[in-house]
């Protein structure tokens, strides 16, 4: 809710008390001009954000510290298991088509543009497979690139603007 909902919900008492609405001029405004408690707050998103940071952060550790005990195997199931869950999350937010909020949306497909990325290079890591900065680059921009359209997302757009802009950068100065 904006601030002019606001202000509009904090006059209807006065302007009812004073004659100048009916109660069911007020009733009609106070519907129209609902609070909407769903959306959460700038505190809200930046404790979350807070928190997932940290969590992760945690976790990244974790499995860093005992990266060299894993096997290959389950060195795998770390590089695709957060691919297959960032792909299931979004497989969720299309399925809920337009009754998904547009920064769910967004969260949705910059997480599995991000995962998809940390997925690439974790297995060229696993396989000791090499290759240069601008490949990677490239590849994972093209992966990414569906997710634009499918999921509607502006902010994977930007990454791929700025990701192929690089890799340009790299064609033609590399």
């Known amino acids: 809710m904006n601030s002019h909902h606001r202000w509009l919900l904090e006059q209807l008492p006065k302007w009812e008390g004073e004659g100048l609405l009916s ?10 001009h609902m609070a909407d408690a769903s959306q959460p707050g700038a505190a809200q998103i930046i404790m979350g954000s807070l928190g997932a940071l940290l969590i992760g952060t945690g976790l990244i ?6 990266w060299d005990d894993f096997s290959r195997p389950l060195r795998l199931v770390f590089a695709f298991l957060p691919l297959l869950l960032s792909q299931l999350f979004s497989l969720r937010v299309m399925l809920r088509g337009d009754a998904s909020a547009a920064w769910v949306r967004e969260t949705a497909a910059l997480l599995q543009a991000l995962c998809t990325g940390a997925c690439i290079a974790l297995v060229s890591q696993i396989y000791n497979l090499g290759g240069e900065w601008p490949d990677f680059l490239f590849w994972w921009c093209l992966l990414s690139l569906p997710l634009v359209w499918v999921m509607r997302s ?7 603007l700025i990701g192929i802009a690089e890799w340009s950068i790299h064609q033609v100065w590399g």
């Open 61 to 66: 550790t974790i499995i860093g510290f005992n």
């Open 23 to 32: 109660t069911d001029a007020a009733r009609t405004l106070r519907e129209r």
């Open 154 to 160: 502006g902010s994977v757009a930007i990454f791929y």
